[in-house]
C-alpha cells in the first residue's frame, strides 16, 4: 500500500493482495458474521423470502450459505474487488450470482429485492448511510446489518470517552485528530476502516421500518451499546415508497 493511493485505492490494494487468504483469514464458523447469517436464514424462512442481495460480498460467503439452504431463492452478491469476486467465482459461484457493483450506487430497480443484507462492510465505506440509503431504496422487505459497534472496543475508560464524545458531536472530530487527519486506520487483519457503529444509523434506519431488531453478536452484558462490539440489525420496512427515502 502507497501512502499517497486515495482511501478506496487502498482498500482495493488490500484485497489484491490478500485475495488468495482471505477466507483463512475472515471466514470461520464461530465467527460473528456466521451466526448472524443464522438469524437471517431463519428471518428468510419466516418471511418466506425469495430473494436476496448481498452488499459487499467478498469471496461471497453468505451467498454460498443461503444458497444452500434456499436453493431456489434468487441469490445476487455485488463486489468491487475484482480478485475476491475470482475466488468466488473459482468456489462455484456464477458470474451473474457474484458481480460487481458499488455500495452507494446500487445498479438495481427500487424494492428489487425482498432483503438486502450486508455482513462487515460499511465499516469500510466513508459514508455508509449512503449505502444504507441504497440498501433501503432497493429492498422490498427490510434490510440485514452484521458490522461493528466501535463504542464497544476497548477498556471501559476509553468507551465511556467514545460515547461522551459522540454525545456532544465531537467523536468525528476527536478521530480525525487522532489519525493525523484521515479519519480511517489501517490493520494487517483488516485493511482501511472507519470508527462505524451500527447504533450510528439505527434512528436513521427506524425512520423506513416499523420494526427493527438488534442482537449481540459477540460480548456480553445486556448493554449492546457497551457491550456488543458486534451487531446484527434487521430492519423491517413500514410500507414507504422508495422515492420518499431520502436525507
Known sequence: MSAHESPGDL??????????????AHVHEDDEHFFALAWLAGLMQH???????????GTGRALTYLKQRFPESKLIGIEPSTELRAVGHQAGLTAEQLTTGDATKLDFADESFDIVCEFGVLHHIKEPRKAISEMMRVARLGIFIS???HFAGGSRAN???KRTLNAFGLWDAAYRLRTGG??????????????????DDHDYIRRWCDRVYVINLKG???????NAPNVALFGKKS?????AMNG
Request: proline residues 5%.
Open 47 to 57: 418471511y418466506r423470502v425469495g430473494s436476496v442481495l448481498d452488499v459487499g460480498s
Open 182 to 199: 484521515k479519519g480511517y486506520r489501517i490493520s494487517a487483519g483488516d485493511g482501511l476502516s472507519y470508527p462505524y457503529s451500527v447504533f
Open 147 to 149: 458490522d461493528d459497534n
Open 11 to 24: 482498500q482495493r490494494s488490500y484485497y489484491a493482495a490478500t485475495a488468495q487468504t482471505y477466507e483463512n
Open 239 to 243: 410500507g414507504m415508497p422508495a422515492s
Open 159 to 161: 468507551q465511556f470517552v
Open 220 to 226: 456480553t452484558g445486556p448493554d449492546l451499546l457497551a
